[in-house]
């Protein structure tokens, strides 16, 4: 056998070696687990502990599931409520495989885990949401309603009825009854919760019809104690100025009367002081306003008030 066939040979050897030692180490990290199948079955129980493994190469495989908590987000389902109200739900819940090996048996893998999960939680959430009112699954305490969607659909009675379980609680019932049946199948729940609550179609047209007839009344309420906040501030405007113009009234009229009195004291002081002179000054007072060019005047020649101008005119 000559060097090249001898390492040719050396060389198939080694690969051969790397395949049966690939095939025969696998790793299980902190994340995950393995279950180990010999044609199909189950060798063992499950392999949890983090590290190198081994097995048979080609004949053994090792099936890996998470070890960490997983998400399960159904489907709205259309459920009636115990008070013949429909509506939808939509659920989700956190779960983990918490066996392995009774996992891969029953369900195989995470798809089929779903569709098991699908069944249990949405089977539960109907049974559970059907033995209750609509309002303890909208509300999880008794506190004031507010205007929202919730207190336009619900009726008078139903808003003022106290809340005994609410939604909080139904969730929490959901997940101790589907939390009884997934062990079976190697799984573990942590929580369940009502993701979203809506109304069928026809409900959803009486909710809008009754927010838009509440938003309407409160619309209402506020333009009419609009309104008549802006008819007392125009009353006490009008008050106001009413006062602002009395007051400037009687304050002119004062100061009108003292002018008048001052006036008539000098014009009785000037009238003491020379009759005559007084007479002729008013007399030309009057002149000035009453003749203009456009004025006509039939008198007589004996007239009071030609007195002056006869005067004038027979000097």
């Known amino acids: 056998?000559?060097?090249?066939?001898?390492n040719i040979l050396l060389g198939g050897l080694a690969l051969v070696v790397l395949l049966l030692l690939a095939g025969s180490v696998y790793v299980v990290t902190e994340m995950n687990q393995v279950?180990?199948?010999?044609?199909?079955?189950?060798?063992g129980g499950a392999v949890t502990k983090p590290g190198v493994h081994f097995k048979m190469p080609f004949i053994q495989k090792a099936n890996f599931f998470e070890k960490r908590w997983l998400e399960w987000d159904?489907?709205?389902?259309?459920i009636p409520t115990r008070d013949k109200k429909y509506i939808w739900v939509d659920t989700y819940c956190r779960w983990r495989i918490s066996d392995p090996l009774v996992f891969f048996q029953r369900v195989n893998d995470e798809r089929g885990a779903h569709s098991r999960l699908d069944d249990i939680v949405d089977g539960e959430t109907r049974n559970t949401i059907a033995k209750f009112d609509l309002i303890e699954v909208v509300r999880s305490t008794n506190r004031p309603f507010e205007v929202s969607e919730d207190s336009a659909l619900l009726n008078f009675s139903e808003v003022t009825s106290k809340i005994e379980t609410g939604r909080e609680k139904l969730a929490a019932l959901i997940l101790l009854n589907a939390s009884k049946i997934t062990p079976q199948f190697g799984v573990e729940l942590r929580d369940v919760r009502i993701k979203r609550v809506n109304y069928v179609d026809e409900v959803q047209r009486k909710v809008f019809d009754?927010?838009?007839?509440?938003?309407?009344?409160?619309?209402?309420?506020?333009?009419?104690?609009g309104d008549g906040k802006s008819a007392e501030i125009r009353g006490q405007k009008e008050r106001e100025l009413k006062r602002i113009q009395s007051e400037a009234y009687r304050t002119a009229?004062?100061?009108k009367g003292k002018a008048d009195a001052e006036a008539t004291k000098i014009y009785a002081l000037a009238y003491n002081l020379d009759p005559e002179f007084y007479a002729f000054m008013k007399s030309l007072d009057t002149y000035r306003t009453s003749l203009t060019k456009e004025t006509w005047l039939l008198l007589g020649t004996d007239n009071e008030f030609l007195k002056y101008l006869n005067n004038s005119s027979g000097r």
């Not at 056998?1 to 001898?6: G, I, P, Q």
């Not at 159904?74 to 259309?78: I, L, S, T």
């Open 1 to 6: 056998m000559n060097a090249r066939t001898r």
């Open 35 to 43: 279950v180990v199948t010999q044609f199909g079955e189950p060798i």
């Open 74 to 78: 159904g489907d709205p389902n259309e």
């Open 210 to 225: 009754r927010m838009i007839a509440e938003r309407k009344r409160i619309a209402s309420k506020y333009r009419s104690e």
């Open 253 to 255: 009229q004062e100061v």
